[in-house]
């Protein structure tokens, strides 16, 4: 009775093995079809099912390991076209925006140079306050907010409003003879507070989404001085928010490109084996 028991056992477990390997190959062949039909992320559910069900099933898990890199091939090929194509409608906006700019770049000390707006070259706004920007050759954007007068404000920080009441600030800027320094010339103070992005607060954004309404700049963080964006000023900034966002999506494209040509180089590599 208890041979029989064994040999009832033993054909059940062998039966369930047998079930178990006709699903899985089921199942392989189903994700199969779905590569076949470019239906791709089905195809990975059906692969990921596969694994997570018939973990025994060594030699599916296999094949399904082949078709899951064959499907990352796939889309690793897909996005490296479609930043490529990109890229160069990006490039050719940034070849047209460069007309407004001038590099500032000392190849002997400087790896990444920074583009400046022809109306805010410095020699062309000496002793006056104003709002001025920057962005590096990889989009990396600055506010700088210039104050010239007979005497310190040392302020840190800027709010811009419009008429409306809306408004928006920047973080505050400690004075560390960097991104915030002064200097006194002939009697008169020059301050210079500078905001990357992160401390920005919006406020190139407020700018670039108000073209034509009066702007209200105030020097905060000590004495109170307030001045109106001019609208040379305002033109240079938005012109300069537009040039940033165009090269740093070309910085990224660059960076997803590279990666896409790494992870191809690989796959290739793993799918030849």
Known sequence: MKRLYLLICLFAVICGC??????AEALLNEARQYYEANEWEIAKQKLDSLKSRYPKQVEYLKDGLVLMRSIELKEQERNF????????????EAKELSKNFILEKDPQYQD????????????????????RSSVNENGKYALISVYFGKGPIRHNSLKVSAKDGSFAETAAIPYDGGNNFSFNDNGNTSEVVTYNTEKDGGVSAFIYQHPKEKIKVEYKGGKNYIIYLADNDRKALRET??????LSDIDHLKKELEKSQSRIAYLKLKLEK
């Open 18 to 23: 047998n079930n178990d390997k006709k699903d």
């Open 81 to 92: 076209a479609y930043c490529d194509s990109l890229l160069s409608v990006k490039e050719e």
């Open 112 to 131: 990444i140079g920074t583009w400046v707006h022809k109306r805010q070259k410095l020699e062309r706004n000496v002793e006056r306050s104003y709002l």
């Open 241 to 246: 928010f537009e040039y940033a966002a165009v």
